[in-house]
Nanobody, 118 residues
């Protein structure tokens, strides 16, 4: 079973930065669009950013200009550079293939917790 292992979260002050990483265990990483999602208690998981095969990137309006998504196809790693963090960015962050994200049977990783607080 393909696994996603997220890391890099932590506690950061408003205005600070973090870089999240997601290691993909499958051998077909380069064949898929990849995305970062986040979830807070009581809310649905929401899409943060995606990066397509040709490296085209899209961002949710609430992170546009602050976050940067990138991928390392040689090492099967997805990154999310988060700058100018705000308290409302506090969430558990997950990576996933957007093509699988809406499938109720999809197995998500454990995510990585980001807390933005002074």
């Amino acid at each position: 079973q393909v696994q996603f292992v997220e890391s890099g979260g932590g506690l950061v002050q408003p205005g600070g930065s973090l870089r999240l990483s997601c290691k993909y265990s499958g051998s077909d990483f380069s064949m898929y669009m990849m995305g970062w999602y986040r979830q807070t208690p009581g809310k649905q998981r929401e899409l943060v950013a995606t990066v397509a095969l040709e490296n085209k990137k899209n961002y949710a309006a609430f992170v546009e200009g602050r976050f940067g998504i990138s991928r390392d196809n040689d090492n099967n790693i997805l990154y999310l550079q988060m700058n100018n963090l705000k308290p409302e960015d506090t969430a558990v962050y997950y990576c996933m293939r957007p093509s699988a994200a809406s499938n109720p049977s999809t197995h998500w990783g454990q995510g990585t917790q980001v807390i933005v607080s002074s």
